[in-house]
Each structure stands twice: as structure tokens, then as C-alpha cells.
């Protein structure tokens, strides 16, 4: 007997949506508790959470972590949950300065490096999450941006080492760029994007809404939301990111 697809499926961040072609039922398959992967979902057999019946499910999303969390804030929105829509977008640009760090200093470096050594690859990556979880978003923005305007870029996993060794701790400083130096820039996209990155005030909305309990209106989640597709979509983009080790792997010059 032919086990039949769903036909009616939506993909956030954390769940994986179905409805069963059985009973019609919408099934819930969360990720991490679910279905035990975080890997796009190409083909997948479940069951139904309500009849039991078996089905196909596929086509799941390859966007970078970073878009998924802005495309789940339209539901949010949606459902009028403007408090739990600015913490997703500030979410967003926290994951997207991590996921830029260990793209500019490590994944690009491995590539290049050509040793294929995957265990200090794998310390290498452990080291630098360690340092960044303990940035605050502020620090983690100028960080970002100095590594772009001052093009630091390791060509090899030993100035990988070296580059991630000389992160600043949770207790120094990030010294911030100053706007002239992003003015300086010869592509006037990217410099329109760094600059708006500078400015945006996400962070200042989502201590309100985590310190003084602050309901924020539809119209500041939604230019909270526009802002940050704005920005950090044009930044993806412009800076030709891709958010896994082995998109890098295959062509060395990315």
C-alpha cells in the first residue's frame, strides 16, 4: 500500500506543520522533541498524532536560521502576540551576528585551509561560541561591524585560532565604529545596510519588553520587522552568506 504525502504543510523555525491526509487532522512535529533533527526535512515518514495513520512529509524550508524566526513573526503578528514579535526579531539579528562570525572567521578559513582537519574545526567553532554567548547585543553589532570594515578575513584555520583567540571577553570593551569609517566605503549598498544596522534601536524595544514588561503596538512590530528583513536579508545578500560549513566546503572561494 502506497503511504500517501501530506499536501498541506508550514515549516517555522521550530515545528514542522502537517496536516494528515487521513483524518485532516493538523499535526504539530516539533523539531527538537518531534522529529530529533534540526536538518531540513527532504523526506520523513510520521504519524499522526490523532488517527495514528502514516504519512510522507517533505519540502521543508532551507532558509537560514535567522529568516526562519523573521518569517514566524508574521503569525505572531497575526495573532496580535506584538510583545513575543520584537523578541523574535531581536532574536534574529543576535542570530544572524553569530552566524556571520562563524561564517567570516571560521567557515571560510576552513575552505580556504585545505587540511579538511574537521576536529579543530570542531574545537574551533566550540571556542567561538563560548566567546560570543557572552556578548551582549551591542558588543556582538560592533564586533560585526568591525570585522566588515576593516575586511579582516582568515585565510587559514591557524589565523582562524588566532582571530577568535582575540575576541573580546564579556568584560572588554567592543570599541564601536564610528560612522565615518562605515561612510568610507566604496560599495554604497552595503555602507546604506551597515549604517542602518548601526542605528536600528531593536535593542532598546526588547529591554522594554523583557525589563518593564512592555506591550508594544502593531506598529512597532511591524516596522521592527520590516527593518530587520530590510536589513539583515540586504546584508545576507550583499555579503554572500551561507550558513553551512559544507556550502564552503564545496567551493573554496565563497
Known amino acids: 500500500m502506497t503511504v500517501p504525502y501530506s499536501i498541506e504543510m508550514e515549516q517555522t523555525y521550530e515545528n514542522f506543520i502537517a496536516k494528515c491526509p487521513h483524518c ?7 523539531r527538537a522533541s518531534d522529529l530529533h533533527t534540526f536538518k531540513p526535512i527532504d523526506f520523513r515518514a510520521v504519524t499522526c498524532q490523532t488517527c495514528g495513520g502514516c504519512f510522507n512529509i517533505n519540502s521543508d524550508s532551507i532558509n537560514a536560521p535567522h529568516e526562519m524566526l523573521l518569517s514566524d513573526c508574521y503569525s505572531l503578528i497575526d495573532g496580535k502576540q506584538y510583545m513575543q514579535c520584537v523578541l ?4 534574529a539579528y543576535e542570530v544572524f551576528f553569530s552566524r556571520f562570525l562563524h561564517v567570516h572567521l571560521i567557515y571560510r578559513a576552513f575552505a580556504k585551509d585545505g587540511s579538511h582537519d574537521l576536529p579543530r574545526l570542531n574545537r574551533l567553532t566550540k571556542r567561538l561560541h563560548t566567546r560570543l554567548r557572552r556578548l551582549p547585543f551591542v558588543p556582538m553589532r560592533d564586533l560585526v561591524l568591525k570585522l566588515i570594515v576593516s575586511n579582516v578575513a582568515p585565510a587559514s584555520l591557524a589565523e582562524a585560532e588566532a582571530s577568535v583567540a582575540a575576541l573580546p571577553k564579556k568584560d572588554q570593551k567592543v570599541q564601536p565604529v564610528q560612522p565615518q569609517t562605515i561612510e568610507a566605503i566604496p560599495d554604497d549598498r552595503l555602507k546604506a545596510l551597515l549604517l542602518h544596522l548601526q542605528a536600528s534601536k531593536i535593542n532598546k524595544l526588547r529591554n522594554r519588553v523583557i525589563h518593564e514588561a512592555c506591550r508594544p503596538t ?10 530587520a528583513r530590510e536589513i539583515l536579508f540586504g546584508l545576507t545578500d550583499r555579503l554572500r552568506l551561507g550558513f553551512a560549513v559544507h556550502w564552503y566546503i564545496s567551493k573554496a572561494g565563497r
Open 88 to 91: 523574535s526579531v531581536a532574536q
Open 24 to 30: 485532516q487532522a493538523r499535526n504539530i512535529f516539533n
Open 218 to 227: 502593531l506598529e512597532e512590530a511591524n516596522c521592527a520587522l520590516v527593518e
